[in-house]
């Protein structure tokens, strides 16, 4: 079978393939998109962070999101009980981007991959990878057309970016046990009918509510700008597994149990059949190898309770592009300390905020009624995405910060 060849073979059109594959377009080089699904497609992770806005800008991306009409969002709100609080993402110490959106993920998707496309990149629906070959001069790749037929193609090199697909750990054994316990997640969309200035809801921002009784339990709320919401719950395997019926029967069980959620959603229209995820947390050995390199979740997901997995994924597709353009330029790259080490220093600081969320030590750091605006800045430029600024504290060394702040859990003193 002969074998097409290409400069850049990506594979996975989502979020971060599309902004790889923008930013190599402008670099000048040919990229082939292979994407398993037909654009629009559902998917969750509907809450951006602004960092993500400056990867977006760099790409080129940014005027077609904006124009978009996606809902604005500017910042966080949590709620525990009736204890509600918030953080302004304009209010932080890391200059930069302080408002993003939150976007119905087929539509954003769709966005970002045409204007991947009309920058020039070949992007391939419909197309499933069967294997793939690492061995030899140039990473290949097996992959079967909508039409059924198969062929083969080659590229210089070979950006994983295919999401909870994770082509290349599966086909080639790169998966580990993530050392965070099973949870999964139950959530669909809603009519919201959320009355405007409903009491304690601000539509810019995302809601995160803790379950009344079990603080590891969270519900989700992402208003969207048409009315609609993203609603859903984060949870044990085993604690879901409680629940009986379908899965929008289970997740309004659910959300029957928080008072204030429920009445929130008392209008809401459930029009949509829930979803559901189990088992979503993933790790790999390695984020690169000989000729490829793991984008955003196909190297590793931690959870979506601060939103992070979109702003990770375009972190990684803008510092792996900006490796291949040293490359090209002649450069000696070090994959490990060029793109690997660079990308988990944002990530073990979101790893270290989600174990913090988990155990109760995040929570009662953010609900504790006195708080000093300088610690409070710090915090907010982390969930507003920037986990790469080492000149914040709670990025420099986040598990240290985390307990100090929570053993003194008096910012007033």
């Keep these: 079978m002969n074998v097409e060849q290409t400069d850049i073979l ?27 699904e037909v654009f629009p497609r559902f998917s969750i992770g509907e809450s951006l962070l602004p960092q993500s806005m400056g990867l977006l800008e760099e790409a080129g991306l940014l005027q077609d999101v904006i124009e978009a009409g996606f809902q604005y969002k500017n910042g966080a709100a949590f709620v525990r009980g009736q204890t509600q609080t918030a953080f302004d993402f304009r209010d932080k110490s ?19 991959a045409d204007a991947a496309a009309r920058l020039g990149a070949d992007i391939r629906y419909g197309h499933q990878v069967l294997a793939a070959d690492v061995d030899g001069a140039r990473p ?11 062929y083969r193609i080659a590229g210089r090199f070979l950006l994983d970016a295919s999401g909870f697909g994770r082509t290349l750990p599966r086909l080639l054994q790169l998966e580990t046990p993530s050392d965070f316990p099973s949870r999964g997640a139950l959530f669909t969309h809603v009519e919201d009918g959320i009355r405007p200035g409903a009491a304690g809801f601000d539509r810019n921002k995302i809601r995160v509510t803790v379950h009344p009784r079990h603080c590891d339990v969270w519900y989700w709320l992402i208003p969207f700008s048409d009315g609609r919401s993203s609603i859903g719950v984060v949870a044990t395997t085993g604690f879901l597994e409680r629940f009986e019926g379908n899965d929008t029967e289970r997740l309004q069980a659910l959300v029957a149990e928080d008072p204030g959620l429920s009445h929130l959603l008392d ?45 990770i994924a375009l972190k990684s597709a803008s510092l792996a592009a900006a490796a291949l353009r040293r490359e090209a330029a002649g450069e000696t790259v070090d994959w ?14 979101f790893r270290a905020f989600v174990r913090a969320w988990y155990d109760g030590r ?8 006195y708080k000093t605006p300088a610690i409070s800045r710090m915090i907010s430029a982390i969930l507003a995405g920037y986990a790469w600024d080492g000149d914040n504290p709670f990025v420099a060394e986040p598990e240290r910060r985390l307990a100090s702040l929570e053993a003194a859990c008096d910012w007033g003193n």
């Design 336 to 349: 490990e300390a060029d793109y690997a080490r660079p990308l988990k220093r944002g990530v073990d600081t």
């Design 10 to 36: 990506i594979i996975g059109a989502g979020p971060a393939g599309a902004l790889a594959a923008a930013l190599l377009r402008r670099q000048g080089r040919q990229v082939t998109v292979i994407e398993r």
């Design 267 to 311: 209008q809401a229209v459930w029009d949509t059949p829930a979803r559901h995820i189990v088992g979503y947390a993933a790790n790999v050995r390695a984020l690169w190898g000989r000729g490829y390199a793991l984008l955003g979740n196909a190297g590793e997901f931690l959870d979506p309770v601060f939103s992070s997995g979109v702003t």
């Design 362 to 369: 995040f929570q009662q750091i953010i609900f504790h009624p």
């Design 94 to 112: 890391t200059p930069g981007w302080g408002t993003t959106y939150q976007v119905q993920r087929a539509r954003f998707d769709q966005v970002l």
């Design 140 to 150: 290949t790749l097996s992959v079967r057309a909508p039409d059924g037929a198969s």
